[in-house]
């Protein structure tokens, strides 16, 4: 069962990814009708803010120009640079579990151990596909990177990883977005959707054949059966386990065919586009863990793009205070 507590604010200016929550229906439609903007008067960076996660009273916003963290529930915020051991000041995403802090960097995959006050960076030397770091994802003492030359897993925090490419089959090097969930690990190429059910050893490749919207992905996430793949060309939706896909376009009420990024609760599900936030409330049947027996048949019905109190401009970005799995 997810625990969880909301608190939504908009973040800079331009989003280029989102990390929604979980919850209950009633919170989600009474908390998605209005945002408060932070930007760098409040701390941040930069308003140019690529990601988001936040953990009780904890925000994590990835900025143009730092990693900027708030402890008051988004506030007011400190940004931390290279100066402190980030790879760059650029950052793309950021995760976050306890007092560990990940964040993706230009520069490497920067970890904390410390709540974000100091940082030591990982980079090629390291095992990893590349220093441009795109995204990342934790899951135990898993660590999934997201990179411009592979996707790169550790199996021990960070220390050290190895490296997937398009020869384990991965649609292409460059990895844009990646989700895991015990053996499942899903990558988010510019090539398709990879999938892999034995921890990350070996992908399948899914592509516009399958029924995806485009082959270049920007991000990806899944609940048991259910997988989602932001896409170029909206928003794909699979309630298979990733076998066959159904793409949600504007005609379905996508703010835009171009998807950054996208969560569901199981109940709802939340596309964030480059024209606005969309939300469905008509979403999938509860999803069943993997492997599924295919019997999960129910498929996302309408969209409708959320407006009031965001910026015209880019993705719209939420702070989300999310405890996954409490249950685990």
């Excluded at 960076?45 to 900025?63: I, M, Q």
């Excluded at 550790?154 to 089959?169: C, M, V």
């Excluded at 892999?196 to 029924?211: E, I, L, R, V």
Aim: with cysteine; charged share 10%.
């Amino acid at each position: 069962m997810k625990k969880t507590a909301v608190a939504l604010v908009a973040l800079g200016a331009v989003f280029s990814a989102v990390l929604l929550f979980g919850g209950s229906p009633a919170v989600a439609a009474a908390c998605s009708s209005s945002f408060t903007n932070k930007t760098t008067s409040d701390g941040l960076g930069s308003n140019w803010v690529h990601g988001v996660y936040a953990v009780g009273l904890n925000v994590f916003a990835a900025t143009n120009g730092g990693l900027s963290i708030s402890t008051d529930g988004g506030t007011t915020f400190t940004n931390k640079t290279t100066t402190g051991g980030l790879g760059s000041d650029g950052l793309f995403g950021v995760y976050a579990v306890g007092s560990n802090v990940y964040a993706a960097t230009t520069g490497g995959l920067s970890i904390s151990t410390n709540g974000g006050a100091t940082f030591t960076n990982t980079t090629t030397a390291d095992g990893l596909g590349s220093d441009v770091v795109a995204g990342v994802y934790v899951d135990g003492s898993n660590v999934y990177a997201a990179t411009g030359g592979g996707l790169s897993i550790s199996t021990n925090g960070g220390a050290t990883f190895t490296n997937k490419t398009w020869t384990d089959g991965l649609g292409s090097d460059f990895v844009r977005g990646v989700y895991a969930d015990g053996g499942n690990v899903f990558a988010a190429a510019i090539g398709g959707l990879s999938i892999s059910t034995d921890g990350g050893a070996t992908f399948t490749n899914k592509t516009s054949t399958d029924g995806l919207g485009e082959d270049n992905l920007q991000g990806v996430y899944a609940d048991g059966s259910n997988v989602f793949a932001a896409t170029s060309g909206g928003l794909s939706i699979s309630t298979d386990g990733g076998t066959t896909f159904t793409n949600k376009t504007t005609t379905d009420g996508l703010g835009s065919d171009l998807a950054y990024g996208v969560y569901s609760d199981g109940n709802n599900v939340y596309a964030a586009t480059s024209g606005g936030l969309s939300i469905s409330a008509d979403c999938v049947s509860p999803s069943t863990e993997l492997p599924d027996t295919g019997s999960n048949s129910t498929v996302i019905g309408g969209f409708t793009t959320a407006a009031t109190g965001l910026l015209s401009v880019g993705v719209i970005a939420l702070v989300v205070v999310r405890r996954r799995h409490a249950s685990r």
